[in-house]
C-alpha cells in the first residue's frame, strides 16, 4: 500500500499543447480518490503519468514517499485497468487471470489457488474456462480487475472502467467495486467523467477542468460549498439553477442584490412550504413538467429567467400553472459573477 503524491505536475505534449497545468493532489495511503471532469480534461493523461506510460513535462510524483519520475512503469508497483478491457482474445479467463504471475515464474499449484480465489472474489469461477469473446462486457471487465489484483499493487490506477457498460450493470459494478476497496484496502485512483458516479464511489474526489484542479474534497463538501460556478455547475444533476442578482433580487426575502454576484440553487432544494422565516419565495409559472413517479421535474419561468426544480410529487402541477416555491437562504450559493469563484456573503 502507498500513498500517491502528485506536486506541480505540468504536461505539454510535444506538439506544443498544454494538457495539465500545475496540477498537485494526493491520494492518501488506502484511500479511493475518484478524479472526475469532463472529457478531454487530461484525466487519462493524469493516469499515464502515475502509471509510467508517459514522462512529465515538470513536477514529481511520488509513489509511498519515493519519487518515481524517472522508473519505468514495471518498477512503479502500481496496476491500471483501463475502460476498453485489453484482455487476450486467445486465451481463456483462467489464462488471462494467470499470465502476469507465470510470467513472474509463479509456482504452478499457487497459480492456480490464487487464480481461483480471485475468480471467485468476482463471481468468475464458473467462466474460467471460457474466452473473452464468450464473456459478457461486465465478466470481461471483472477479468481485467482480476488480472490487475493478482498483481498485487501498490495502487490501483483505474481509467473510467465501467463507462462502456450498460446503466444497471454499471451500478452494481460500482458497489462491488467499493466493497472490494473495503476488503483489500489498497490505495486506488479512480477516473471517470460522470459525477454521479465520482460522487458515490470517492472517499474524496479532485474535480479536473481544462487541465487545472478545480477543488478537491469529499463529495459531500463538493456538493455542499463548491470551489466555483463551474464545479457547482458539473457536480449534482440535474445541474444548478444560476441567477443573476437582479433576478434575485425581484424575489420576496431575497437578500439585498449584490453587485457583480451571481446565485445558484441546486433544483432539490426548492420546497412547495416556507421552511423559515428568512426563505426566499419564488413565484413562477411552470412552463415544462415532467413526472419521475414521486418526483416532478419542472421549469419554472420567473420574471426573467428559468429555474429547474425538483419537487416531491405531493399535488397534481400542471402547464401554465402558477406556482409559488420556498428555499432557504443556506441553500443560496454565490459566485463572483467575473471570476466564478466561489464567494460567502456576509449573512444577516
Ligand atoms: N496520444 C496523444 N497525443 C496527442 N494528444 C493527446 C493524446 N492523448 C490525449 N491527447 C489530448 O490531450 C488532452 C487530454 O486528453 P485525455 O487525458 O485523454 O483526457 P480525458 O481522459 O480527460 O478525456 C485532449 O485534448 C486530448 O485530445
Ligand atoms: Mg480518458
Given at each position: 500500500?502507498?500513498?500517491?503524491?502528485?506536486?506541480?505536475?505540468d504536461?505539454?505534449?510535444?506538439?506544443?499543447?498544454?494538457?495539465?497545468?500545475?496540477?498537485?493532489?494526493?491520494?492518501?495511503?488506502?484511500?479511493?480518490?475518484?478524479?472526475?471532469?469532463?472529457?478531454?480534461c487530461?484525466?487519462?493523461?493524469?493516469?499515464?503519468?502515475?502509471?509510467?506510460?508517459?514522462?512529465?513535462?515538470?513536477?514529481?510524483?511520488?509513489?509511498?514517499?519515493?519519487?518515481?519520475?524517472?522508473?519505468?512503469p514495471?518498477?512503479?508497483?502500481?496496476?491500471?485497468?483501463?475502460?476498453?478491457?485489453?484482455?487476450?482474445?486467445?486465451?481463456?479467463?483462467?489464462?488471462?487471470?494467470?499470465?502476469?504471475?507465470?510470467?513472474?515464474g509463479?509456482?504452478?499449484?499457487?497459480?492456480?489457488?490464487r487464480?481461483?480465489?480471485?475468480?471467485?472474489?468476482?463471481?468468475?469461477?464458473?467462466?474460467?474456462?471460457?474466452?473473452?469473446?464468450?464473456?459478457?462486457?461486465?465478466?470481461?471487465?471483472?477479468?481485467?480487475l482480476?488480472?490487475?489484483?493478482?498483481?498485487?499493487?501498490?495502487?490501483?490506477?483505474?481509467?473510467?472502467?465501467?463507462?462502456?457498460?450498460?446503466?444497471?450493470?454499471?451500478?452494481?459494478?460500482?458497489?462491488?467495486?467499493?466493497?472490494?476497496?473495503?476488503?483489500?484496502g489498497?490505495?486506488?485512483?479512480?477516473?471517470?467523467?460522470?459525477?454521479?458516479?465520482?460522487?458515490?464511489?470517492?472517499?474524496?474526489?479532485?474535480?479536473?477542468?481544462?487541465?487545472?484542479?478545480?477543488q478537491?474534497?469529499?463529495?459531500?463538501?463538493?456538493?455542499?460549498?463548491?470551489?466555483?460556478?463551474?464545479?457547482?455547475?458539473?457536480?449534482?444533476?440535474?445541474?444548478?439553477?444560476?441567477?443573476?442578482?437582479e433576478?434575485?433580487?425581484?424575489?420576496?426575502?431575497?437578500?439585498?442584490?449584490?453587485?457583480?454576484v451571481?446565485?445558484?440553487?441546486?433544483?432539490?432544494?426548492?420546497?412547495?412550504?416556507?421552511?423559515?422565516?428568512?426563505?426566499?419565495?419564488?413565484?413562477?409559472?411552470?412552463?415544462?413538467?415532467?413526472?419521475?413517479?414521486?418526483?416532478?421535474?419542472?421549469?419554472?419561468?420567473?420574471?426573467?429567467?428559468?429555474?429547474?426544480?425538483?419537487?416531491?410529487a405531493?399535488?397534481?402541477?400542471?402547464?401554465?400553472?402558477?406556482?409559488?416555491?420556498?428555499?432557504?437562504?443556506?441553500?443560496?450559493?454565490?459566485?463572483?459573477?467575473a471570476?466564478?469563484?466561489?464567494?460567502?456573503?456576509?449573512?444577516?
Open positions: 500500500m502507498a500513498a500517491v503524491q502528485i506536486e506541480h505536475v504536461k505539454i505534449r510535444p506538439g506544443g499543447q498544454g494538457v495539465l497545468h500545475d496540477v498537485s493532489f494526493a491520494a492518501r495511503d488506502g484511500e479511493l480518490l475518484a478524479v472526475v471532469g469532463p472529457s478531454g487530461g484525466k487519462s493523461t493524469l493516469l499515464r503519468l502515475v502509471a509510467g506510460l508517459e514522462s512529465v513535462t515538470a513536477g514529481v510524483i511520488r509513489i509511498g514517499g519515493q519519487v518515481v519520475n524517472e522508473l519505468p514495471q518498477r512503479r508497483d502500481v496496476a491500471m485497468v483501463f475502460q476498453s478491457h485489453a484482455l487476450y482474445p486467445h486465451m481463456s479467463v483462467y489464462e488471462n487471470l494467470a499470465f502476469g504471475l507465470r510470467a513472474r509463479t509456482p504452478r499449484r499457487q497459480i492456480d489457488r487464480v481461483r480465489q480471485v475468480g471467485a472474489r468476482l463471481g468468475l469461477e464458473t467462466m474460467l474456462e471460457r474466452y473473452p469473446r464468450e464473456l459478457s462486457g461486465g465478466q470481461r471487465q471483472r477479468t481485467a482480476g488480472r490487475a489484483m493478482l498483481r498485487e499493487p501498490a495502487v490501483f490506477l483505474l481509467d473510467e472502467p465501467l463507462s462502456s457498460l450498460d446503466v444497471p450493470l454499471r451500478a452494481e459494478l460500482r458497489r462491488e467495486l467499493a466493497a472490494l476497496h473495503r476488503s483489500l489498497t490505495t486506488m485512483i479512480y477516473v471517470t467523467h460522470d459525477q454521479s458516479e465520482a460522487l458515490s464511489l470517492g472517499q474524496r474526489m479532485v474535480v479536473l477542468a481544462g487541465g487545472r484542479v478545480q478537491i474534497d469529499t463529495p459531500l463538501d463538493v456538493y455542499r460549498r463548491p470551489a466555483s460556478r463551474f464545479v457547482a455547475g458539473f457536480i449534482g444533476w440535474p445541474p444548478m439553477n444560476f441567477l443573476r442578482a433576478s434575485l433580487a425581484e424575489m420576496a426575502g431575497a437578500p439585498a442584490g449584490e453587485a457583480g451571481e446565485y445558484g440553487i441546486r433544483p432539490e432544494c426548492f420546497a412547495a412550504q416556507p421552511g423559515g422565516a428568512d426563505d426566499v419565495q419564488f413565484e413562477g409559472r411552470i412552463e415544462r413538467i415532467e413526472s419521475q413517479g414521486g418526483e416532478w421535474h419542472l421549469e419554472l419561468a420567473l420574471r426573467r429567467e428559468r429555474v429547474l426544480v425538483r419537487l416531491r405531493e399535488q397534481a402541477l400542471a402547464v401554465g400553472e402558477p406556482l409559488r416555491l420556498w428555499v432557504r437562504r443556506a441553500d443560496l450559493h454565490t459566485f463572483d459573477a471570476t466564478g469563484q466561489r464567494v460567502e456573503l456576509a449573512r444577516r
